[in-house]
């Protein structure tokens, strides 16, 4: 089966930045599209970042210009930079990772317990 592992959350001042890291293990595919997407209660889930196989990426535009998305392929470790953070920005955020999909399509697909494999995610409070 496949593990995904989030790490980096914390609190944060206005402005600041985190670095969140996802590592995958078990069993993982060459043609992984992974990202980043993020639930507060009471709200929908929100598709923030993707990338593909073949190093393509999406943004939702809530994060566009702040979050940044990339992947050590050889670690298998998925990050997401978050610079200029807000307090809106607070949340849980989590992995997650599917195959055969590109990276504009995983951004809104992401958010289905369908779409894949979930990490159990890790919280990011900015106050």
Known sequence: DVQLVESGGGSVQTGGSLRLSCAASGRTYTNWCMGWFRQVPGKEREGLATIDSKGRIAY?????????????????????????????????????????????????????????YWGEGTQVTVS
């Open 60 to 116: 939702a535009d809530s994060v566009k210009g702040r979050f940044t998305i990339s992947k050590d392929n050889v670690a298998n470790i998925l990050y997401l930079q978050m610079d200029d953070l807000k307090p809106e920005d607070s949340a849980a955020y989590r992995c997650a990772a599917s195959w055969d999909v590109t990276a504009n399509a995983a951004l809104g697909r992401m958010t289905s317990p369908e779409f894949g």
